[in-house]
């Protein structure tokens, strides 16, 4: 499943810029280097290795989905899973945007064509992902979401600051959307 989107018109000046044209649809491997340099390039993300963005690509490519720019690039990503022990639940691992085309609803309707092309091979009730508490954005993405399609979002932190090797990690809070219905 592919879906065509126009961006709205934003008006710079007298003269109109032209929208830009995007779709979003399943990754392909060859998508895995592009979504690496997303991630990398967002400034919030932690970056995984090239490695885990091409093999995710392979393996998950039925619960994660690309943002394409009209010359077939990538500009957006969500990669996610079902949660072995919980198949109803999808857990949103990753989902950014390349700073040129934020704004345009592109995050929500990765989440929207991703959620609802899962839920159409089989039951899906939950989404989850962590979002650290200074992420604004993400949490309005999220919030909007679940205002979409009137689910609530309950928040529990699943891994405090200190489980993290590293200091100055922030601490990643589980937000749960549910129940959803499709
Ligand atoms: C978060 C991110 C994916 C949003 O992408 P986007 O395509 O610009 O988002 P959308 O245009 O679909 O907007 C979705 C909602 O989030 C809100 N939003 C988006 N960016 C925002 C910002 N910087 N500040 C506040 N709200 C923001 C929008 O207003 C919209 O809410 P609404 O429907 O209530 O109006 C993008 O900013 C990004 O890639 N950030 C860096 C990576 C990151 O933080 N990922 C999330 C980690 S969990």
Redesign the pocket.
């Known amino acids: 499943m592919t879906t065509a989107h126009t961006a709205p018109e934003h008006v710079r000046g007298a003269a109109p810029a032209p929208a830009p044209r995007w779709t979003v649809g399943r990754p392909r491997v060859g998508d895995g280097a592009q979504l690496w340099r997303?991630?990398r390039e967002?400034?919030?993300?932690d970056v995984n290795s090239s490695y885990s963005y091409l093999l995710w690509c392979r393996d998950f490519a039925d619960t994660s989905a690309v943002?394409r720019a009209e010359d077939g690039r990538p500009v957006?990503f969500v990669t996610g899973y079902l949660r072995p022990d919980a198949p109803g639940t999808l857990l949103?691992w990753?989902?950014?945007?390349?700073?040129a085309?934020?704004?345009?609803?592109?995050?929500?309707?990765?989440?929207d064509h991703l959620s609802e092309r899962v839920a159409g091979t089989q039951p899906l009730d939950a989404v989850e992902?962590?979002?650290?508490p200074d992420?604004?954005?993400?949490?309005?993405?999220?919030?909007?979401?679940a205002?979409?399609h009137g689910a609530r979002v309950s928040r529990t932190v699943l891994f405090p600051s200190a489980a993290f090797p590293a200091p100055g990690h922030e601490a990643e809070v589980l937000h749960r959307i549910a129940p959803l219905a499709f």
């Open positions: 997303l991630a967002s400034g919030t993300l943002a957006g949103v990753q989902i950014a945007v390349d700073a085309y934020r704004g345009l609803g592109i995050a929500g309707a990765l989440l992902t962590t979002i650290t992420n604004e954005a993400s949490e309005r993405l999220f919030g909007a979401y205002r979409r």
